[in-house]
């Protein structure tokens, strides 16, 4: 097999290879898409860190007893749980084991990049979002729904009561987006989802709105970073 078609991907239930090369056009196109993708992302933070305030106030609870009586909720824990690790790491293994063992060496071998992709992207996004915490030192929501900041630097000694961004909201579009990279139809099921944890973010008043979208930006990114080269142009999920 050439040395440019190493690469394993799953397409319509088989492994099939995918060159690695880019000729100095692709590389640049490449380029061009990831700065037009930052771009888009940082324009959509200052457009929506506009409507910061007033989304907060609308969505969060009127006060404790509702945001308890929200957070008891069944579909409201779901969502959340979208946000928690494990989560992944179990959707992840459940991929990786896909493969076996009634499939084809080469299919069970992607299977498995498959999976790990999906775990590295949620639990990468998850640091990455606890170290930008920290440096930003941005707090959670207060009453007054305005920004309000811990002194540079301060968060890594202290920690409690950080809001941007999101970590939950941020494993889970690392995870999601992974998903979608590698298998497209359920993938974008799990943008939904992932769409709702971060919602579930909002609807407690536990984060302004740009917490999310910082997340969803740092998991875009970690998926990028970690299933981007794997990504199935039509796959079927492998079941």
Known sequence: MSALAGTLIVHGGAAEP??????PL??????????????????AFALLSKLDGW?????????????????????WQFLRTIGYLPTWVFIGAALALAGAPDRSRATASSLVRAGLAVIASA??????AE?????????????????????FLSAFADGANLG????????????????????????????????????SRLLSGAHFATDVLAAAAI??????????????????FPL
Do not use: N
Request: glycine share 10%; with cysteine; hydrophobic share 50%.
């Open 123 to 128: 639990l990468v996004s998850g640091l990455v």
């Open 164 to 199: 941007l961004p999101s970590s939950h909201a941020a494993v889970a579009f690392g995870g999601a987006f992974a998903l979608c990279r590698l298998f497209p139809a359920p993938g974008w099921l799990a943008a939904v989802l992932a769409a709702g944890c971060g919602l």
């Open 18 to 23: 995918r060159s690695m090369y880019l000729s």
């Open 55 to 75: 989304v907060y106030t609308a969505l969060r609870p009127v006060d404790d007893r509702a945001r308890a009586a929200l957070e008891i909720r069944d579909w």
């Open 219 to 236: 998991g875009y990114a970690s998926a990028a970073v970690f299933s981007g080269s794997r990504r199935p142009r039509a796959a079927r």
């Open 131 to 151: 170290i930008v915490k920290r440096v930003v030192g941005r707090l959670r929501p207060g009453a007054d729904g305005g920004y309000h900041f811990k002194p």
């Open 26 to 43: 692709q590389r640049r196109l490449v380029l061009f898409r990831r700065t037009r993708a930052a771009l888009l992302w940082v324009l």
